[in-house]
């Protein structure tokens, strides 16, 4: 199945949706990394939208990337909760362990506040992180 | 042969609750995966009838497992108490070094958790999350049966009469938003459960949404029932998948239970500015999270442009307490002046013993970081603290005698 009917089946599967574009938009996001210009234009005439309305939401969500990124992710979280746990004296050597084989990204609260450094690869949770287990982590995937 | 429970919250997850489930399965076992009792410090928490251990590795399932030394009886599988020398009053609690010190006795007695007055949360720890019959048999659905059985207008009174007021911060009384929906004119109105949970240091509704999952959904049903409205959304913040897995699965359970009102889960995508209410309600609609100018209030014009109820996760998960017989009195029984009813209160950041506490409003901020939370975990001495989230006021020791309301 190419690009184009893989869209045409996610926007069918939302059609009866109240307000559909945002379920629309994560499931092309997970589908091929990204939502592009060609998809954008493809939802904006599933949805009856004009492109600039569609541009408009996928750039204001930081969820959607208008580019796919093939490096596996890190999310570390850097907000408050976290940075009075120690994040900050972290970050150098994930870095440096990621290299340009793994992207870090900043997230801001997974909601573990209490058991941070905290981190999220896909649907997995890692708490309690110091600089061994985060660099530990960054290898291993 | 005991059975073991273990939380499968997420933040018990992130610190390797499931390799300890798997030990214990490997070693013969029942698991039992329940809702977290909030001691997050201790998590992963294992608890054999009754007695817990925290914080536990898959190196510390054989110890815990092994015949006591006292007494003759053996650990986890001795149900004839009497067998024991009468001077162990808890013959299932090891000596400390038996078990690295990880053994805290029985988990209801703990300080953190006997000191706590629960409503909201009172199922944590003790229910599976999915399970109905577990919600059933603690009281589930009596509040939405009996709400159901009340005119609408009767059901507004109550959570009126409770005292019950908004827990994402504004603290507007729920009852006053809930009439303004139920009497705004046209057929179709919505209730939106705003669970963009974006605060750095905030995770009750996260925990509430995974160990709890059909008390948000009753409370829903029940505001429903109360301003007429036929659809209602969950918008959860994409940070937050095991709360988006666990609401959908309980949706799927409980789908008849609530008929023909039908509650469906919206994931957010990032912007931290979607947990203001009208940028959530524009998100939803599929647009750009942009703050609206109020007035219309949502609950006049909200989503679609229908009249709207936007409350959090805390404040629809307070209501089937209040819709039991002498619901709402109980609640407004709880708490001082106008901070009625009780305040799941997030201990986070740089503290010894991190979790969540649920306690009548009034407690001070003193008893809280310092008896209850065993003050850094750093051990230094505390130089501030944070109230009410990133946004919040930064108080200093001196100022730790003020009591926790809306007010202070």
Known sequence: MNQQQRLAEICAAHAGREGPLLPILHDVQHAFGCVDAEAEAQIAGALNLSRAEVHGVVSFYPDFTPEADPRPVVQLCRAEACKARGVEALVDAGDAAAGERVRISAVYCLGLCSAGPAARIGDTLHARLDEAALVALVKSI | ?408
């Open chain 2, 1 to 408: 042969m005991s059975v073991v429970r273990i939380s499968d919250d997420a933040l018990a997850l992130a610190c390797g609750a499931d390799a300890v489930a798997a030990e214990f399965t490997a070693a013969g076992c029942t698991v039992e995966r329940t809702s977290s009792w909030g001691m997050q410090w201790l998590e992963p928490l294992v608890e054999i009838d009754g007695i817990g251990w925290g914080p536990v590795t898959v190196a510390d399932v054989a110890a815990i497992l092994k015949p006591l030394p006292f007494g003759g009886g053996v650990g986890v599988g001795a149900s004839d108490q009497a067998q024991h020398p009468s001077d162990n009053p808890h013959p299932l609690t090891p000596s400390p070094e038996v078990e690295g010190g990880k053994c805290i006795g029985p988990i209801t007695d703990h300080p953190f958790i006997a000191r706590q007055q629960r409503l909201t949360f009172a199922r944590a720890g003790r229910t599976r999350p999915l399970s109905l019959d577990d919600y059933a048999a603690t009281g589930g659905w009596a509040g939405l049966n009996r709400a159901r059985s009340l005119e609408p207008e009767g059901v507004i009174a109550e959570v009126t009469q409770s005292g019950l007021r908004g827990r994402g911060g504004a603290g507007f009384p729920a009852g006053i938003k809930w009439e303004t929906v139920r009497k705004a004119s046209g057929p179709t109105k919505y209730i939106v459960c705003n669970a963009d949970e974006g605060d750095s240091a905030t995770f009750a509704d996260r925990m509430l949404m995974e160990g709890d999952p059909f008390q948000l959904i009753e409370g829903m049903a029940i505001a429903a029932h109360a301003v007429g409205a036929q659809q209602g959304y969950i918008y959860i913040r994409s940070e937050y998948p095991h709360a988006i897995a666990k609401l959908n699965a309980a949706l799927a359970l409980a789908e008849s239970r609530i008929a023909p009102f039908r509650i469906e889960v919206r994931v957010g995508a990032g912007a931290y500015v979607c947990g203001e209410e009208t940028s959530l309600l524009n998100s939803l609609e599929g647009k750009r999270g942009e703050v609206r100018a109020k007035p219309p209030l949502p609950a006049i014009e909200g989503l679609f442009g229908k009249p709207t109820v936007v409350n959090n996760v805390l404040t629809l998960a307070a209501v089937p307490h209040i819709l039991i017989e002498g619901g709402a009195a109980h609640y407004d029984s709880h708490g001082i002046a106008r901070s009625k009813g009780t305040m799941p209160i997030q201990l986070a950041g740089n503290i010894k013993h991190g979790g969540l506490f649920e306690t009548a409003f009034g407690i001070s901020l003193k008893e809280l970081i310092e008896d209850i939370g065993g003050g850094t975990a750093s051990g230094r001495p505390v130089k501030a603290v944070q109230v009410g989230g990133p946004l919040g006021a930064y108080l200093a020791p001196h100022q730790f005698d003020i009591a926790f309301e809306y007010e202070a």
